[in-house]
Every structure is written in C-alpha cells, then in structure tokens.
Nanobody, 125 residues
Framework: VQLVESGGGTVQAGESLRLSCNAS??????????MGWFHQPEDIRAGVAAI??????TYADSVKGRFTVSQDNAKNTLYLRMNSPKPEDSAMYYC????????????????????WGQGTQVTVS
C-alpha cells in the first residue's frame, strides 16, 4: 500500500488548508481499518486525527473544533481540513493506515500503523 500526501504549503494564520492522502489500493474498504493524520514539528510525530472504517472520527485536543478528517472511499482518499490554523500547527504532516480498527486511544500511537506516506509540509505564518 502506498500513501501519497498533497496539499501542504504556506498559509497565513486563519487561512484554511486541505490536505489529501491518496491510497494506491482499495483493499482496506469493506473491512476494519484506521487511517490517521500525524504531524511532526520537530522530533516527535504525534497523532492529529483519525477516521475508521465505520467513519468514526477522533481528534487530538489541540485541533478539536478546527480540523476535520474525512474520507472518500470511491477515490481512496483521506482528507484533513485545517480551519483556523495557527503558527504552532506548522509541521510535516503524514498520513498513515492500518488494516485494523482505530480502537480507543491507540489511534494516536505511531507504532499502530503499518503504512505511511512521505509527508507534506505545512507552514502557518
């Protein structure tokens, strides 16, 4: 499975941005899976949001109410809508996938995921 992120760039604080992550396969659909967004401003890669095969979503406290994770199964694409971004949201953003349910707090754990994209840089000034 290959994941390819896009949509990063430099935006002003408060200017919306949408990240996309395209998956090379639809093999996850129809079974339990979890897809997540992580960011890595410096050394630590932390969970931002995740969505499961049942469309249940979960978010880090720092982005609740500002970011929205969604998916389009017909396009094998995961999205992260970033509304009201702040300078502290600046980071490399990665999408990740695993053929298991998101399950509790483990969605934010890096080692849960089997597949990762190469990342897309977001800079908020």
């Amino acid at each position: 499975v290959q994941l390819v992120e896009s949509g990063g760039g430099t935006v002003q604080a408060g200017e919306s941005l949408r990240l996309s992550c395209n998956a090379s396969t639809s093999s996850f659909t129809g079974s339990g899976y979890c897809m997540g967004w992580f960011h890595q401003p410096e050394d630590i890669r932390a969970g931002v949001a995740a969505i499961g095969s049942d469309s249940t979503t979960t978010y880090a406290d720092s982005v609740k109410g500002r970011f929205t994770v969604s998916q389009d199964n017909a396009k094998n694409t995961l999205y992260l809508r970033m509304n009201s971004p702040k300078p502290e949201d600046s980071a490399m953003y990665y999408c990740a996938a695993v053929p298991r349910y998101c399950g509790g707090d483990s969605w934010a754990t890096r080692r849960k995921y089997d597949y990762w994209g190469q990342g897309t840089q977001v800079t908020v000034s």
